[in-house]
């Protein structure tokens, strides 16, 4: 496995003097520095020596056939570095062996194990960033609490660092293909926008999105230019995104508007490129169907039963789920046209109506002061409006 830490530097709001000096910084597993990212610079960042030398050594040793990029959620620090006692890196918990961790790695689903945590092949690259900071990180950020931080200032600065991985990759011509769940899921989309606007619209082959809280108007332009197979699987009765789509990141995404929809919930759009697929549905929404339909192909069904985690995490730690993905990862041939072609029920039931996105994708404010006193949206109504939006 190929590992990258993405360090952000805690220091305010954009238009500060310190965030304007401030550099984050891509590693690699054991904390060497590969690539200085200035916080106020845009764009797709061109790889250092290092960087590509860290890649280069590990295609060396493996080849280029495919590599599946993983890209963890919300609420992980790893800072720390390489500490086998902080439950804070994703590299003790779902980018770990599952031999040596006992819990439910992604690295089965990848390729990269077995579910017993046998090595099969090498073709995981985990991406490890910085998706949570303190109150007095967050605080300091100007915003009101824990997830407006990581969701509007983190993890599109993240999403370089991304990027400038895939990039390399792709110039050493190797078929890349995306796992991500949650918040990571907008890392992941916000940095195939990056590539496809830089020349590298193919630079990812297929991406499986997973309880996705990336916004829905967000994926739909980030992904406007991509060629990208992007397989995104939903969940109306996902609590936490119920609570991080719909209300977390009000006032800045008002509640009970398209700006406020996530994908992992509400779904997107379908188009040639994207498909969404809905966990939950009950036997009056064709469940019957669309779960006969995964039996036949993949020998198993979805499901988005809780375990002692809950719904969120259920995407990936259920059995049936866990089948589904490793061989929808390895199908040669697998599109959203040809899953439709072969009959799959695709597409989320929902409150309100599915797939009807015309609103714009709203300007994150980048001041102190803006996100400090933002518009009167008449929070009682917006309250009103949360509570007709929760799902059984």
Not at 84 to 104: I, Q
Not at 220 to 229: F, K, Q, S, Y
Not at 289 to 307: E, I, M, V
Not at 311 to 321: E, I
Request: proline share 8%; aromatic share 8%; with cysteine.
């Amino acid at each position: 496995m190929l590992g990258f830490r993405w360090i952000a530097q805690h220091v305010g709001a954009p238009d500060s003097p310190a965030y304007r000096a401030a550099v984050d910084e891509l590693r690699d597993y054991d904390g060497n520095a590969l690539l200085p990212l200035p916080k106020p610079a845009t764009g797709l960042p061109e790889p250092t020596d290092a960087l590509t030398h860290c890649v280069s050594a590990w295609l060396d040793k493996r080849g280029k056939g495919r590599a599946v990029v993983m890209v963890h959620g919300f609420d992980f620090d790893p800072s720390a570095g390489v500490d086998p006692s902080n439950d804070d890196d994703p590299y003790n918990g779902v980018y770990a062996n599952p031999k040596v961790s006992g819990r439910e790695s992604w690295l089965p689903i990848v390729g990269e194990t077995d579910e017993a945590g046998n090595q099969l092949a090498d073709v995981a690259v985990a991406f490890c960033w910085t998706s949570i900071g303190s109150m007095a990180e967050y605080g300091s950020a100007c915003w009101s609490n824990l997830y407006q931080y990581p969701v509007f200032d983190l993890a599109p600065l993240a999403a370089r660092a991304l990027a400038a991985i895939i990039r390399t990759l792709a110039d050493r011509g190797v078929p890349v293909d995306l796992f991500a769940h949650s918040l990571g899921t907008r890392t992941a989309t916000e940095a195939i926008h990056l590539l496809a606007a830089n020349g590298y619209a193919a630079a990812v082959r297929r991406a499986i999105l997973v309880g996705g809280a990336q916004f829905s108007v967000d994926a739909r332009d980030a992904l406007a230019g991509a060629t990208v197979d992007v397989f995104s699987f939903a969940s109306q009765s996902d609590p936490v995104l119920r609570w991080g789509g719909v209300t977390g990141c009000h006032p800045y995404r008002q509640v009970a508007t398209q700006e406020a929809r996530v994908i992992g919930r509400d779904g997107m759009e379908p188009t040639a490129h994207w498909i969404d697929l809905q966990c939950d549905r009950t036997p009056a929404q064709q469940s019957v169907g669309f779960n006969a339909w995964f039996q036949t192909r993949y020998g198993a069904t979805l499901s988005d039963t809780p375990d002692e985690r809950g719904a969120h995490w259920a995407y990936y730690r259920r059995p049936g789920n866990r089948v589904i993905l490793a061989k929808m990862l390895t199908q040669d041939g697998l599109t959203p046209p040809s899953m439709r072609a072969d009959g799959v029920i695709e597409g989320v039931v929902r409150p309100g109506g599915y797939g009807d996105l015309t609103a714009p994708v709203p300007p994150t404010p980048m001041t102190c002061a803006e996100r400090m006193n933002p518009p009167d949206l008449m929070v009682a109504d917006a309250a009103d409006a949360t509570s007709n939006l929760v799902v059984g």
